[in-house]
């Protein structure tokens, strides 16, 4: 083990540096709600691969100097590295000052991927170029994005979802290498994002099971055109066409027609139902059945063991069953 270690350390001796840097950081990273703001003490900075080139040049140059004492080349050589010294300033000086919050995550099924929605905020009147937010060992799939002067600008993180249940955040880094790529400028963060993740749907096919409803004859008080079902007394804001004349000359005060109509049976859907089928398997096949009677526009209700959602339809009772379904605990129920 330590031999593989000493062959990592002079394989790679600036990445094992890096890693240990980030990994000692990385431990001391509290989650925040956010908003976040970097200060100096955040920004970490270390020169890229074609910074240190770009350093051993410089040294070669220097030596190529002092050897010939030629005054141009040492005129060169310090221009130069002044050029360097005032990249990295203005590297540190693009990510100090920017805020970090959280966006919104829309749920997503077991399966999918998850995108965390991060925006930076740039309260200085100087804008910030190339800016990339990324989770660890990810840094080269990130695109850099430009921040405007007193603007924000919207970065999506994205994770595989790979079972049901609240998703955290993990660890994040924001990092430049603007203007000349010879020094990478990074600071870590972790805010309190999470995104909720529902159980897979199971394939298409298969009904879920008849269950008792509260299906029937609806004899309210609307005028309905299916079913006569009696006469009751008149009362105020009732309709003229509503009211049964002939029965006026006998009862000796007006009476009005009442209708029933058949109103469709509720869906429900039980858990118990599908006792064949382990816990996973029963909510997967829950969530195919919410789907499908959500798009054949059903009240559908949803019953599972210490909860009860009572029939319902529309976007918000479907987002209402998924998330039952998704926060499920078999052990506590």
Known sequence: MRAWLLFKILLHPLRWAQERIDAWVMARVKRQPGPIAITRHRVYILPT????F???MLLVMLLGAMNYSNSMAFLLTFLLAGIALVCMHHTHANLVGVQLRAGHCEPVFAGETAHFELYIDNPSTTPRYSLTASWPKNEGQAVPSDVAALGSGSFLLSLPATQRGWLDARVF???TEYPLGLFHAWTWAELDMRCLVFPKPAAHGGEPPAAAGTGGLDSGDRSGQ???AGLRSYRRGDTPRSIHWKSLPKLQHPMVKQFAETLEQDLWLDYSALAALDTEARLSQLARWVLDAEAAMRHYGLRLPGALIPPGRGDAHRFACLKA?????????
């Open 173 to 175: 880094s924001v990092s």
């Open 54 to 56: 770009f350093a051993l």
């Open 226 to 228: 299916d079913e006569f």
């Open 49 to 52: 691969r074609f910074g240190y």
């Open 325 to 333: 379904l998704a926060l499920f605990d078999a052990d506590a129920a």
